[in-house]
């Protein structure tokens, strides 16, 4: 074997390895303890607490007592689960069955964070980590001093078993109740332990892992047929360096359907140059309100939390100093390049969502009426490119492009960026994805697509072309494509071959039914909630009103016992609020503002005590791609509420819903 191969099987080995401690149960129960500890405590990143060193002889211990008769079987300690930036007290292995244990040393009661934790886990590793798909799991939590208590041993769903309970006498017992339903193959842990792990974290999730050091690779999928975002990351890095180097100022264009991770590789780009030379001043910048506040607070808790393991005191508005600089609201950017011609610090410039910058009728309105700039003559676009034209060396600006995806009145879309490059920026280099000459909802004007031909860099590897947010399915957004071009022999095809077994699509006319079902699918800490268009404002009898102000931190992140929550139900995200972020499961409520008639959409908004007909193509437009983005939040599945109307109500006639619930119908998704 030669030099260059045994240090690739050594890398591969540090790869796997997966946990702190790893052995078989005859050879951990004959170590020494002291020797497991100190393989721990070599792996623990912080300074080791003597609460976590006591907390760890305990359970060593423990353990020792309850498999000193077994001969077969595995234990694992501190096995990672890198989407959610945790780690499993213990993962351990005996015959067919995995049991994912949460430790609790010294509580006399049952807590019910750990138990959500570790019905977390558990379904983690069933949903993302191969050697897990199809084997039993049980989620168990032994609270060591805690009464025993009777459990029933019954699947949540697919193998996964619901949470078993256990104090230190009882454990064997528990373990052996779950080894007598029924033999099936048995693992082999080593095996197990290698088999590939492919998450798809929430846009949270990620940005807390990344923000952690994680690696994108570590919380992204890599299967055949989906772009590994670290591919794009490279593409990006390799422009930059390349910009540094000549001295040239770049703009890259990177595109992607619905969910591919746009905004994952944008955050990773971020984070990636500001760990590579602090001096870039990287940033990512969003002109999504609700996503950059969401970002930043579930940042800022994090950072606290972090602290607080480590045994250190840092208060949240320390934390937001840091987050508030690494993520910030493109508006604000804009405005503190108004009040001087210099150069942002920033050379390093991450624009999300840039097809929803202002175009210059929008922007100039603005600056007239908010900024008190009468003279204001240039789209938002523009600049922007300007302000980063200040630097008198280099500068590179990534722009992420989702086509489809402008919703609000007044955004340029893609076709701004491109006319402010070519009328304003000749010397800039231009890299853009292949995407953007080949597909219709990117680039429609010919004359701009051949002049790209001849000035820009063109590259396949800067489009993400895979969903990854749905990962139950990849074809979700071809899926809901196909419902709104009212292409139904695509739409069946697609369902009955890719939807239907593997991601939950139900419709109902009942509200109360939709929110029954929602309860029922979400377990652990899966996130569910009920979204609606900003236009829905005949919903309001149902309990739905899209004019209540949403706070979206508090909705996308607080827990379920806060009535603000997105798990009670109560308040409605429209598609301002949820646009870049998503849901495990969603209600979408339907109103009669975008409905199905005569085998076409028509399209209305609601004024005074009426509906009226939307005559503009753009407005339009807005509207479709409201309702695209409401279909494509949900990682695991949806149930569509379409109410029945009212006779007597004129601004809720049955007309108007009826034929978008039998055109649902008619494709082959099922009433609830």
């Given at each position: 074997?030669?030099?260059?191969?045994?240090?690739?099987?050594?890398?591969?080995?540090?790869?796997?390895?997966?946990?702190?401690y790893?052995?078989?149960?005859?050879?951990?129960?004959?170590?020494?303890?002291?020797?497991?500890?100190?393989?721990?405590?070599?792996?623990?990143?912080?300074?080791?607490?003597?609460?976590?060193?006591?907390?760890?002889?305990?359970?060593?211990?423990?353990?020792?007592?309850v498999?000193?008769?077994?001969?077969?079987?595995?234990?694992?300690?501190?096995?990672?689960?890198?989407?959610?930036?945790?780690?499993?007290?213990?993962?351990?292995?005996?015959?067919?069955?995995?049991?994912?244990?949460?430790?609790?040393?010294?509580?006399?009661k049952?807590?019910?964070?750990?138990i959500?934790?570790v019905?977390?886990y558990?379904?983690?590793?069933?949903?993302?980590?191969?050697?897990?798909?199809l084997?039993?799991?049980?989620?168990?939590?032994?609270?060591?001093e805690?009464?025993s208590?009777?459990?029933?041993?019954?699947?949540?769903?697919?193998?996964?078993?619901?949470p078993?309970?256990a104090?230190?006498?009882?454990?064997?017992?528990?373990?052996?109740?779950?080894?007598?339903?029924?033999?099936?193959?048995?693992?082999?842990?080593?095996?197990?332990?290698?088999?590939?792990?492919?998450?798809?974290?929430?846009?949270?999730?990620a940005?807390?892992?990344?923000?952690?050091?994680?690696s994108?690779?570590?919380?992204?999928?890599?299967?055949?047929?989906?772009?590994?975002?670290?591919?794009?990351?490279?593409?990006?890095?390799?422009i930059?360096?390349?910009?540094?180097?000549t001295?040239?100022?770049?703009?890259?264009?990177?595109?992607?359907?619905?969910?591919?991770?746009?905004?994952?590789?944008?955050?990773?780009?971020?984070n990636?140059?500001?760990?590579?030379?602090?001096?870039?001043?990287?940033?990512?910048?969003?002109?999504?309100?609700?996503?950059?506040?969401?970002?930043?607070?579930?940042?800022?808790r994090?950072?606290?939390?972090?602290?607080?393991?480590?045994?250190?005191?840092?208060?949240?508005?320390?934390?937001?100093?840091?987050?508030h600089?690494?993520?910030?609201?493109?508006?604000?950017?804009?405005?503190?390049?108004?009040?001087?011609?210099?150069?942002?610090?920033?050379?390093?410039?991450?624009?999300?969502?840039?097809?929803?910058a202002w175009n210059?009728?929008?922007?100039?309105?603005?600056?007239?009426?908010?900024?008190?700039?009468?003279?204001?003559?240039?789209?938002?676009?523009?600049?922007?490119?300007?302000?980063?034209?200040?630097?008198?060396?280099?500068c590179?600006?990534?722009?992420?492009?989702g086509?489809?995806q402008?919703?609000?009145?007044g955004e340029?879309?893609l076709?701004?960026?491109?006319?402010?490059?070519?009328?304003?920026?000749?010397?800039?280099?231009?890299?853009?994805?292949?995407?953007?000459?080949?597909?219709?909802?990117?680039?429609?004007?010919?004359?701009?697509?051949?002049w790209?031909?001849?000035?820009?860099?063109?590259?396949?590897?800067?489009?993400?072309?895979?969903?990854?947010?749905?990962?139950?399915?990849?074809?979700?957004?071809?899926f809901?494509?196909?419902?709104?071009?009212?292409?139904?022999?695509?739409?069946?095809?697609l369902y009955?071959?890719?939807?239907?077994?593997?991601?939950?699509?139900?419709?109902?006319?009942?509200?109360?039914?939709a929110?029954?079902?929602?309860?029922?699918?979400?377990?652990?800490?899966?996130?569910?909630?009920?979204?609606?268009?900003?236009?829905?404002?005949?919903?309001?009898?149902?309990?739905?009103?899209?004019?209540?102000?949403?706070?979206?931190?508090v909705?996308?992140?607080?827990?379920?016992?806060?009535?603000?929550?997105?798990?009670?139900?109560?308040?409605?995200?429209?598609?301002?609020?949820?646009?870049?972020l998503?849901?495990?499961?969603?209600?979408?409520?339907?109103?009669?503002?975008?409905?199905?008639?005569?085998?076409?959409?028509?399209?209305?908004?609601?004024?005074g005590?009426?509906?009226?007909?939307?005559?503009?193509?753009?407005?339009?437009?807005?509207?479709?791609?409201?309702?695209?983005?409401?279909?494509?939040?949900a990682?695991?599945?949806?149930?569509?509420?379409i109410?029945?109307?009212s006779?007597?109500?004129?601004t809720?006639?049955p007309?108007?819903?009826?034929?978008?619930?039998?055109?649902?119908?008619?494709?082959?998704?099922?009433?609830v």
């Amino acid at each position: 074997m030669s030099v260059e191969e045994i240090v690739k099987l050594i890398q591969e080995n540090i790869k796997l390895q997966r946990s702190y401690y790893s052995n078989s149960f005859s050879a951990f129960t004959q170590e020494d303890t002291n020797k497991i500890l100190g393989e721990l405590a070599r792996h623990h990143n912080h300074a080791l607490e003597d609460l976590q060193k006591n907390a760890w002889i305990k359970q060593i211990e423990l353990l020792k007592q309850v498999f000193c008769n077994y001969v077969d079987g595995h234990i694992f300690f501190e096995f990672s689960i890198p989407r959610m930036g945790k780690r499993v007290d213990n993962i351990i292995i005996i015959d067919d069955s995995i049991f994912v244990v949460e430790f609790k040393v010294g509580a006399s009661k049952y807590d019910k964070n750990a138990i959500e934790q570790v019905i977390d886990y558990s379904q983690d590793l069933k949903n993302f980590h191969e050697g897990s798909h199809l084997q039993k799991i049980f989620p168990m939590l032994i609270a060591t001093e805690a009464n025993s208590i009777e459990n029933t041993i019954e699947s949540l769903q697919d193998k996964l078993y619901k949470p078993l309970f256990a104090n230190k006498n009882s454990f064997l017992n528990v373990i052996e109740e779950c080894l007598n339903i029924g033999k099936e193959d048995d693992i082999s842990p080593l095996t197990w332990q290698s088999s590939m792990y492919k998450p798809t974290p929430t846009i949270i999730e990620a940005a807390q892992a990344l923000y952690k050091g994680h690696s994108v690779k570590e919380i992204s999928r890599s299967d055949s047929g989906a772009i590994n975002l670290s591919i794009t990351t490279d593409k990006i890095n390799q422009i930059i360096n390349n910009s540094k180097e000549t001295n040239k100022k770049s703009i890259c264009f990177i595109t992607g359907v619905p969910g591919a991770g746009k905004t994952l590789a944008g955050l990773n780009i971020a984070n990636e140059r500001m760990n590579i030379d602090e001096n870039e001043h990287a940033v990512f910048l969003s002109g999504n309100g609700p996503l950059v506040d969401v970002l930043r607070e579930a940042l800022t808790r994090d950072e606290v939390n972090n602290a607080k393991e480590r045994g250190e005191r840092l208060t949240k508005k320390e934390a937001a100093i840091k987050t508030h600089a690494f993520i910030q609201n493109i508006h604000h950017f804009r405005d503190d390049s108004l009040i001087s011609n210099r150069a942002p610090i920033e050379k390093v410039v991450v624009f999300d969502e840039a097809q929803r910058a202002w175009n210059e009728e929008q922007t100039s309105s603005f600056m007239k009426r908010k900024k008190g700039q009468d003279d204001f003559e240039s789209s938002e676009p523009r600049f922007l490119i300007d302000v980063m034209n200040r630097h008198e060396d280099w500068c590179t600006i990534i722009c992420l492009i989702g086509g489809g995806q402008e919703i609000n009145t007044g955004e340029a879309g893609l076709e701004e960026w491109i006319n402010s490059l070519k009328n304003h920026f000749l010397d800039w280099n231009i890299y853009l994805s292949n995407s953007i000459l080949e597909d219709k909802n990117y680039l429609r004007d010919d004359r701009l697509k051949k002049w790209l031909n001849e000035n820009a860099n063109i590259d396949k590897d800067l489009h993400l072309s895979v969903s990854v947010r749905s990962f139950r399915s990849e074809k979700l957004s071809d899926f809901i494509h196909s419902i709104l071009d009212i292409d139904i022999a695509k739409a069946t095809n697609l369902y009955n071959n890719f939807l239907k077994n593997d991601y939950p699509i139900f419709v109902t006319r009942d509200f109360e039914k939709a929110k029954e079902w929602l309860k029922s699918k979400a377990i652990g800490s899966e996130r569910n909630g009920v979204v609606a268009s900003s236009g829905a404002y005949r919903l309001r009898p149902f309990g739905i009103n899209v004019k209540n102000q949403l706070d979206a931190p508090v909705w996308f992140l607080n827990n379920k016992d806060d009535i603000r929550s997105s798990y009670f139900n109560e308040e409605v995200a429209t598609e301002f609020d949820i646009q870049g972020l998503e849901l495990d499961w969603t209600c979408v409520c339907w109103d009669g503002d975008f409905y199905f008639q005569n085998n076409q959409w028509l399209f209305r908004k609601f004024k005074g005590t009426k509906w009226q007909n939307i005559n503009q193509e753009i407005i339009k437009n807005y509207l479709l791609n409201a309702y695209r983005v409401l279909l494509t939040r949900a990682r695991q599945g949806m149930i569509i509420f379409i109410p029945h109307g009212s006779e007597d109500d004129k601004t809720r006639l049955p007309e108007f819903y009826d034929e978008t619930f039998n055109y649902i119908k008619e494709i082959g998704i099922q009433e609830v």
